[in-house]
């Protein structure tokens, strides 16, 4: 007896039953080759060198490198030197003498850029004096001198390390070979002391953003502390990015981070819906009057333990359950839309699913015979096409067009397939329809995390040349991370930020100010 020969039902299970095999192999491929690179990387051993295919720097086939460098708008160059600042003029006169009966035709100008690289000592003679009484008079040191650094110089150290991620020791040697005298342990003090101003701007940005913003985005990595794994977690969007590094991932974790210095745990009428809808057992529900508030997580637990509630569950469900009592209680929206991958512990409140994340699975999947691969072509083909006309929609929406989109959403995601493995997928997805279609109804929303994405890149990056050993120094490196990401965003030059703060001139307006001048009154 041949496989065509077996009944249709016994083929299907066959057939997915082969799927699941070879899902489960590629899934070992994967872990094989992890656990290759790392007995390298544990032996010592160069890794396998990623070699890119070379590309002509202008290839007729591709429109984005062919076009020409600069503007494409016809008219008159900009001088290269028009916005530049001009620090010394000087003249010169041709060599020799000049004729007589010659004519002064005035100036060619000729800029010439030039940076100087050099330490400045300044020793400060404090007069000291005696009044006819006995009592004592010094002269006092300029407001901006905290300790035997400069403002430039403090400013210069922390640009390097969080522009420039250079670390402690290259920028001990730096800092040395430019004639700076400063030990590792007065280098790491300015790094991660004092800096309570900077810590305070960086929670007003979150305050603001929060407020005036109708959708954030949020991500997450893994981030090494104090030989610990432990997580970095961003919430930003166009305005505004905040970072905050932790030793969990959890759904309490990204609510204790969006709560910001807030302590409460608040048992409201909203934490009692989502305890519900959680399915909380009524008898746990029944240990707290409503409107109860905590003051901080010791006094709450405390509570927890007094009406023995112990099993780790409902802990979790009753913790997240005040934890959003807090925040509605401290004025959070709501209808605030928090888009994310489809990691569990960001779906609170208003969530949107990001389709890139969402099409990646179609994507992943391992087929075993052309029909499989012409179905997974075909139905990616369909979803990004789909994403074209939602991309349209957000340009103009109207109502009969949501609904139109709508009915295409279900075509698209509730067809069946040859291929058991992808028919599973599409049944996910359409499960998530009302997450991955908050557009409809709120058409600012993007459609992708790509904004997260690019803003917690960073720290992958930094993971692998640095980490962080004491609580200040994660928390500097999460608070100038955010407030350098900011500036970007809204056009501040960083370095200009921190003179500006370090030396206490504070001509720059604050940045929860410039987030919300820029949001205008349509966000808030």
Known sequence: MTRKDLPQFVQMELNEKVEKLFEYIKQLEEEIKTLREENSRLK??????????ATSPLNPLDPQKSKPRGGSKPGARRGKTDQLEIHHTEMIQPLGEIPAGSVFKGYQEYVVQDLVISSENTLYQLARWVTPDGKPLMGELPKAIEGHFGSQLRAYILYQHTQCRVTEPLLLEQLHEFGVDISSGQLHVILTQDHDAFHDEKQEILKVGLEVSSFIQTDDTGAR???KNGYCNVICNELFAYFETTESKSRINFLEILRGQATSYVWSEDAIVYATAMKLPAS?????????????????????????????QHVRIITEAALIGSLLAHGFNPNLVILSDDAGQFNVFL?????????????????????????????????????????AYKADPTHARAAELSDEFDAVFSQNTCFAMLNAQLKRLLKNKPELLVVLSRPEVPLHNNQSESDIREKVQRRKISVTFSD??????????SLKKTCRKND??????LVDRISGTNQLARLSQVIRLRAGPCLT
Do not use: M
């Open 44 to 53: 010592g051993l160069s890794p396998k060198p990623n070699l890119k295919p």
């Open 284 to 312: 746990s529900l029944q240990a707290f009057e409503l409107d109860t508030h905590f003051s901080n997580r010791d006094i709450f637990e405390e509570y927890l333990k007094a009406k023995n509630i112990h099993q780790e």
């Open 492 to 497: 501040i030059s960083f370095w200009k930020f």
């Open 472 to 481: 200040a120094g994660r928390k500097c490196r999460d608070t100038f991370s």
């Open 225 to 227: 502390h104090d030989g």
């Open 351 to 391: 969530h949107a699913l990001c389709w890139i994340h969402a099409e990646r699975l179609i994507k992943k999947l391992c087929p075993i015979n052309s029909d499989q691969v012409k179905a997974i072509e075909s139905v990616r083909s369909q979803i990004w096409d789909f994403y074209e006309r939602l991309t």
